[in-house]
């Protein structure tokens, strides 16, 4: 088997925030024995777009200087003050239904923050989140590897 590779999607919208979720994203990644390439967008906003172009290129057949990746990480903070809740369930649902629909494994932590005015408590509240949610792309990678090889897999 290859050594796994992520993509980690993120939305740099609160990049102090944000750089400090990468890292904890990195740590349990590396941990894993997982290698990791990281593409961000200015604002949650992109980041369905975004998905959608980089499932778009990842075809081995189409484009040969793309790894397709083994799952996607996406990362996201929204703030109250900042955008609409309702927008931030429309970019939940547009990521997730692009996620469902490739059949990838994909993982996020995609957060509406609606406490105060001081989001600096926003960076190490969700570490716990990032880090289940790194495993559950881990589990979900090892499924697709074991559906796609024998003895699920069909032969040949």
Request: hydrophobic share 45%.
């Amino acid at each position: 088997m290859h050594q796994p590779h992520v993509v980690i999607l993120e939305s740099r919208r609160f990049p102090d925030i944000t750089e400090q979720w990468y890292n904890v994203a990195v740590g349990a990644l590396t941990q894993q024995g997982i290698t990791f390439s990281r593409v961000t967008v200015p604002h949650s906003a992109d980041l369905p777009i975004a998905l959608r172009m980089l499932l778009d290129t990842a075809h081995p057949s189409e484009n040969t200087n793309i790894r397709v990746p083994d799952g996607y990480l996406v990362l996201g903070l929204n703030y109250k003050g900042d955008v609409a809740e309702e927008n931030h369930h429309c970019v939940w649902d547009a990521v997730l239904k692009l996620a469902t629909d490739a059949g990838l494994p994909f993982s996020s932590v995609l957060v509406f923050e609606k406490e105060g005015n001081d989001l600096s408590h926003a960076a190490t509240r969700y570490v716990s989140k990032i880090q289940l949610a790194v495993q559950s792309l881990v589990n979900l990678m090892m499924l697709r590897h074991q559906l796609l090889n024998p003895p699920f897999a069909a032969a040949a």
